[in-house]
């Protein structure tokens, strides 16, 4: 069955250090990948978005990597601060088909 | 500019009474989605309109729920006859054509008694 796996585990990251978020999939051949980031009682924002054909993109302190061999992105936050903790949700769309199949997100808190 | 608009924020109703949620998309944003976010849990496709084209209710979990896009702009989703298990969080998100980038109301929290 296709499946989109985020740690399921909270993340603690002390502050100023570089937070690593795993996203995995199956069974999917995605075109694109996206991430986004959700507050408590809020709707998810669009972060970044990056192709099967790309390998990273940046945006500030914010940088996904997408490895299409190992079915996996990586979403990195470096030099991190106290707001950037939220859940950060993985999402990907299958070439083909706009429907976009979202994991269930990473609770992400950087201790001051 | 104005964002997405969800209505009602919050709703509280009793089990097997029906319910209408409301999204107002961004104005020009020609594609909608609907999803529902269970505590603890990912978003979950419900349906999604694109343009003029029929939409996509494969996500759909049963035939209570329905939803309409009146002049490519404003939608409804309605749950008929709603259960306890229909309680979540229901997010309508849009984005100018593709999903490239969708952008997402605050959401309406259902609780079904």
């Known amino acids: 069955s296709q499946k989109i796996e985020q740690n399921s585990e909270a993340l603690n990251i002390q502050e100023g250090k570089t937070a690593t978020l795993t996203c995995n999939y199956t069974?999917?051949?995605?075109?694109?990948l996206q991430w986004y980031r959700q507050d408590p009682g809020r709707g998810p924002v669009f972060l970044l978005l990056?192709?099967?054909?790309?390998k990273e993109k940046r945006k500030e302190r914010l940088k996904v990597t997408f490895d299409t061999t190992l079915k996996q992105s990586l979403f990195h936050i470096t030099a991190s601060q106290p707001a950037d903790s939220a859940t950060y949700l993985c999402a990907l769309v299958a070439g083909g088909d706009d429907k976009i199949i979202f994991g269930k997100g990473t609770r992400l808190h950087i201790l001051p | 500019g104005a964002g997405v608009s969800q209505s009602p924020s919050n709703k509280v109703t009793e089990k097997g009474k029906d319910v209408e949620l409301r999204c107002d998309p961004i104005s020009g944003h020609t594609a909608l989605y609907w999803y529902r976010q269970s505590l603890g849990q990912g978003l979950e496709f419900l349906i999604y309109f694109q343009g003029n084209s029929a939409p996509d209710k494969s996500g759909l979990p049963s035939d209570r729920f329905s939803a309409e896009r009146t002049g490519g702009s404003v939608s409804t989703l309605t749950i008929q006859r709603t259960q306890q298990e229909d309680s979540a969080v229901y997010l309508c998100a849009s984005s100018l054509d593709r999903p490239e980038t969708q952008y997402f109301g605050p959401g309406t929290r259902l609780l079904v008694l």
């Open positions: 990056i192709r099967e054909n790309e």
């Open positions: 069974n999917y051949s995605p075109a694109y």
